[in-house]
């Protein structure tokens, strides 16, 4: 699976968007991005994922570049409660990666008052 | 729908014992897949069920195994206990592992502290 790089901190205000960058240079063809998010050691958080093109579900949206090296995820009226570890993943659709998510380090999201 | 449960949430067992933990995922999800959270390596992957076979394995040692049952429960054990283990070990399904639709869902976790 691609690596990816993720800033390991932001920080945003109540309200305001959130804007979370990821790189994934290497990223192949067949590779998805994932987005998860994990608040105070609960379980990780399913957000989003795409292939190549833009997607937008009820809590966030995924931004994918053109060449696909890299993706932002927006969440657009952060809260206090989407205060998290951010995950970006890059993984392939089946063999080596059944089942498997390579989590990273992650950026820590801190939503301010 | 009801989410992934695991059980149990908390447990706390002594060097050299043995330890199960259990998951049951969302109906209908076929995948189950185990990881182990601690703070100096964060979220690893252990190993993946799918139909009662183990299609995936991570780089962790012979003493974790697991199995799944023709329900997709699936439990996980760790013999012979190490200080080391104590983590959190999170279960998370997916309808099939692979391809389109490879989101997983997480259990909120078993604690194993290792005395």
């Known amino acids: 699976d691609a690596k990816t790089t993720q800033p390991p901190s932001m920080d945003c205000a109540e309200g305001r968007a959130a804007n979370l960058p990821c790189n994934h240079s290497t990223i192949s063809g067949n590779e998805y991005v994932y987005w998860y998010r994990q608040i105070h050691s609960q379980g990780p958080q399913y957000i989003i994922h795409?292939?190549?093109n833009n997607e937008t579900n009820e809590m966030a949206s995924l931004i994918i570049t053109e060449d696909r090296k890299s993706s932002t995820l927006i969440l657009p009226h952060a809260t206090l409660r989407d205060t998290a570890v951010y995950y970006c993943i890059v993984s392939n659709a089946g063999g080596t990666s059944y089942g498997k998510l390579t989590f990273g380090q992650g950026t820590i999201l801190t939503v301010h008052p | 729908k009801a989410g992934v449960t695991q059980t149990p949430r908390y447990l706390i067992k002594t060097r050299g014992q043995q330890v199960t933990l259990s998951c049951s995922p969302i109906s209908g999800h076929r995948s189950v897949s185990w990881y182990q959270q601690t703070p100096g390596q964060g979220l690893q992957f252990l190993f993946e069920?799918?139909?009662?076979?183990?299609?995936n394995k991570g780089n962790f040692p012979g003493r974790f195994s697991g199995r799944q049952f023709s329900n997709s429960r699936s439990e996980m054990n760790v013999s012979t206990l190490e200080l080391g283990d104590s983590a959190l070990y999170l279960c998370a399904s997916s309808r099939t592992g692979g391809g389109l639709y490879n989101e997983q869902f997480f259990g909120p976790g078993t604690r194993l502290t290792v005395l």
């Open positions: 795409g292939l190549k």
């Open positions: 069920y799918f139909s009662e076979t183990q299609r």
